[in-house]
């Protein structure tokens, strides 16, 4: 996190440009360095209605982020907390996301099998790399797929991952209900890292 002393010079910095997107329990802005240039995310988090502060979720995607490093995994770049009211997470940008190049394609168009491919592979390495360093995403989707201008994929939103072994319990209310594996419809609680690669397959 940053010192009380640099927060604020740190937020001068940023000046927001453009609002991206908006989630259940965050807000995505596109910002610019003034002094480099640099477009970066900046996701942010309301902690007004958490009564028990900084939420588990947000402290545990901190920390993992902070943990993976691999060039199919969005980068985190740094943490802003203003007044203890919300939480920022200063992230590498990408231009768009895997729904939104589906969501783009024309009734009859379809994606070429040669980037199709490309995508497919490196969502495995990124996922792979995850699985190798006993981390489940848990929320592989459309939305958390990104695509940067050089077809580079970035796996992102890592709110629901958590690090795993073979002996601990999971929560089964994880992963959008449409990228479910069987076993977590099913209440299981003692699931593995398949259920990432049921979530690619879908």
């Known amino acids: 996190?940053?010192?009380?002393?640099?927060?604020?010079?740190?937020?001068?910095?940023?000046?927001?440009?453009?609002?991206?997107?908006?989630?259940?329990?965050?807000?995505?802005?596109?910002?610019?360095?003034?002094?480099?240039?640099?477009?970066?995310?900046?996701?942010?988090?309301?902690?007004?209605?958490?009564?028990?502060?900084?939420?588990?979720?947000?402290?545990?995607?901190?920390?993992?982020?902070?943990?993976?490093?691999?060039?199919?995994?969005?980068?985190?770049?740094?943490?802003?907390?203003?007044?203890?009211?919300?939480?920022?997470?200063?992230?590498?940008?990408?231009?768009?996301?895997?729904?939104?190049?589906?969501?783009?394609?024309?009734?009859?168009?379809?994606?070429?099998?040669?980037d199709l491919k490309s995508i497919v592979y490196q969502l495995l390495l990124g996922i792979a790399y995850c699985h190798a360093n006993n981390v489940l995403h848990r929320d592989l989707k459309l939305n958390n797929i990104l695509i940067n201008e050089e077809g580079v994929v970035k796996i992102t939103d890592f709110g629901l991952a958590k690090i795993f072994n073979d002996n601990s319990a999971n929560t089964h209310e994880v992963v959008t209900l449409w990228y479910r594996a069987p076993e977590i419809l099913l209440g299981d609680d003692c699931y593995t890292s398949a259920v990432d690669m049921w979530s690619i397959g879908c």
């Open 1 to 114: 996190f940053l010192t009380e002393q640099n927060r604020s010079s740190a937020s001068k910095t940023m000046k927001k440009s453009l609002f991206l997107g908006k989630a259940p329990t965050a807000l995505s802005k596109k910002s610019r360095i003034n002094k480099t240039g640099e477009i970066l995310a900046i996701k942010s988090l309301k902690l007004e209605m958490e009564r028990d502060g900084i939420p588990s979720t947000a402290l545990r995607e901190i920390a993992l982020l902070k943990g993976l490093s691999h060039r199919n995994i969005v980068k985190i770049k740094d943490v802003l907390c203003k007044d203890y009211r919300k939480l920022s997470f200063v992230l590498e940008f990408v231009n768009q996301d895997l729904k939104k190049l589906v969501d783009d394609l024309d009734r009859f168009e379809y994606i070429p099998e040669y």
